[in-house]
């Protein structure tokens, strides 16, 4: 029999909520929130509008839902939108942008997982009868696939401005914007004002159990409201859960520093390991390695799962480790400690 799985590397979704996230949760007060009645779902939201400098927000029962519901309430049918090939509207969300919103989508390539202004620029479409007009950008920051890289706020001003400037609505993925944050040196006041809307996820980093919040305008997020309501995810005392949201908020965010410095403490020890071929920079929480061809992943995986420690493939030779709350400094060395001393290559 397999031992308890004691030391969880897959997401930083899988959190449980801290005794007193959960004591928050329990005293929260609650209405009904499709008639607007939640006073702790009206504080979430207007809290990270605050936080990010945006007129409202809407809460949402995931970070696919607001994605989905922001590339809706800007584009039209027969319009399409710009975003890196690794990104999670084009990879994980089954193509909602057809299925939503009746939109094409072009992907771009870029080298790091990083849009620029010149990669913009090349897939904009000539107004032509038989081509999609080119609407909405979406940037994802930090990267999932890309590996927790960030952009840099510079960065972020640069693709702004192109937006701007070239009639395009700029969307920010921002599941893990505090990680970003965090590591960026940047605030939520500098970088609202550079996007339209901005999704932003409290069940990976900030370790809440649900939940998302979109943020745009006032006008934007009237629309927004009505999406939600059709995609059927209008709640009812959902301030349960928002209130997880506002505890995370106050207690959940400095903290992130400690995923960072975890995620690079593995990263060291993996440079040490002859049967890994290499290793990604690990900016934020995110690490992802490859394997040498002499060890396949299901091997690798399965040695640290005797070990209680669980992890996923991330492609034919590729791993990924998520650091997160639930972790400690003394998992970490014992994950380290594992990885140095505990594989076998056959
Ligand atoms: C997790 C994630 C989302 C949203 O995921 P849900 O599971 O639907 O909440 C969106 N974008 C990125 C980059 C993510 O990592």
């Not at 939600?228 to 506002?246: F, N």
């Amino acid at each position: 029999m397999l031992p308890e799985i004691r030391i969880n590397l897959i997401s930083d979704t899988v959190t449980q909520p801290t005794e007193e996230m959960l004591a928050q949760m329990m005293s929260a007060k609650t209405g009904d929130d499709v008639f607007r009645e939640d006073p702790t779902v009206n504080e979430l939201e207007g809290r990270m509008a605050e936080i990010f400098n945006k007129e409202a927000g809407l809460f949402c029962p995931s970070g696919t839902m607001t994605n989905q519901i922001a590339i809706k309430v800007h584009t039209q049918p027969l319009d399409e939108m710009l975003c890196d090939v690794s990104s999670h509207v084009y990879q994980y969300e089954l193509g909602g942008y057809a299925f939503h919103s009746g939109i094409a989508v072009t992907p771009i390539h870029s080298p790091k997982g990083k849009l620029s202004p010149e990669m913009l620029s090349e897939h904009i479409r000539p107004a032509q009868d038989w081509f999609p007009n080119t609407r909405l950008v979406v940037v994802e920051n930090t990267g999932n696939r890309a590996g927790g890289l960030f952009y840099t706020l510079g960065e972020l001003k640069e693709i702004s401005a192109f937006c701007s400037s070239s009639g395009l609505s700029l969307h920010l993925d921002g599941a893990r914007i505090f990680n970003a944050m965090v590591a960026g040196g940047y605030g939520g006041k500098e970088v609202g004002p550079l996007m339209d809307s901005i999704s932003v996820c409290l069940s990976k980093g900030l370790g809440a159990p649900v939940g998302s919040v979109l943020l745009g305008t006032a006008e934007f997020i009237a629309r927004a409201r009505k999406i939600r309501k059709v995609m059927g995810g209008g709640m009812r005392q959902a301030g349960i859960l928002a209130a997880a949201g506002l505890y995370a908020l106050d207690h959940h965010i400095e903290r992130l520093r400690d995923d960072h410095r975890r995620a690079s403490k593995l990263r060291e020890s993996l440079l040490k390991c002859s049967y890994v071929h290499s290793v990604k920079d690990a900016p934020t929480n995110i690490l992802i390695f490859e394997l040498e061809e002499a060890l396949d992943t299901a091997s690798f995986l399965q040695q640290l799962r005797l070990h209680g420690i669980q992890a996923s493939a991330f492609g034919r030779q590729s791993i990924r480790f998520v650091t997160h709350l639930d972790l400690s400094d003394e998992m970490i060395e014992e994950v380290c400690h594992v990885l140095e001393n505990g594989i076998l290559v056959p």
